[in-house]
C-alpha cells in the first residue's frame, strides 16, 4: 500500500505565499508521476500541477508563473510552491501518486483559504 501525508495549508491573504508538502511512504517504487489537484466549494476536482519521476513538470494555466511542483527524491516529498495567491485558489488540495490508470493513490487532502 502507498500513503500520502499532505501538509503546509491554512489560511493566507491575497497575495501571500504557502508551501504544500506531500510525503510519501509504503510501495512507492517506480512511481510514474506525481500531481496537485485541487477542489473548490462545488466545482469538480482539478490538475494543480504534476511533475514526471523524470523531473518534467507541467502546470495548469491558471497558476503558470505563480505555482511550482518539485520533488524530493531522497525525502520522497512532492512540494507544491504557491505565490501571489488568488482567492479563487480556495480549495481542498490533494496529493496524488500515479503508476497506472488501475493503480493510483490519493492524500487525505489540506485546505487552502485565500481571503481578499
Known amino acids: 500500500q502507498v500513503r500520502l501525508v499532505e501538509s503546509g495549508g491554512g489560511l493566507v491573504q491575497a497575495g501571500g505565499s504557502l508551501r504544500l508538502s506531500c510525503s510519501a511512504s509504503?510501495?512507492?517504487?517506480?512511481?510514474?508521476?506525481m500531481g496537485w489537484y485541487r477542489q473548490a466549494p462545488g466545482k469538480q476536482r482539478e490538475v494543480v500541477a504534476t511533475?514526471?519521476?523524470?523531473?518534467?513538470?507541467n502546470h495548469a494555466d491558471s497558476v503558470k508563473g505563480r505555482f511550482t511542483i518539485s520533488i524530493d527524491n531522497a525525502k520522497n516529498t512532492v512540494y507544491l510552491q504557491m505565490n501571489s495567491l488568488k482567492p479563487e485558489d480556495t480549495g481542498v488540495y490533494y496529493c496524488?501518486?500515479?503508476?497506472?490508470?488501475?493503480?493510483?493513490?490519493w492524500g487525505q487532502g489540506t485546505q487552502v483559504t485565500v481571503s481578499s
Open positions: 511533475i514526471t519521476s523524470g523531473g518534467n513538470t
Open positions: 509504503g510501495s512507492i517504487a517506480g512511481i510514474n508521476l
Open positions: 496524488n501518486a500515479y503508476w497506472s490508470p488501475l493503480r493510483n493513490f
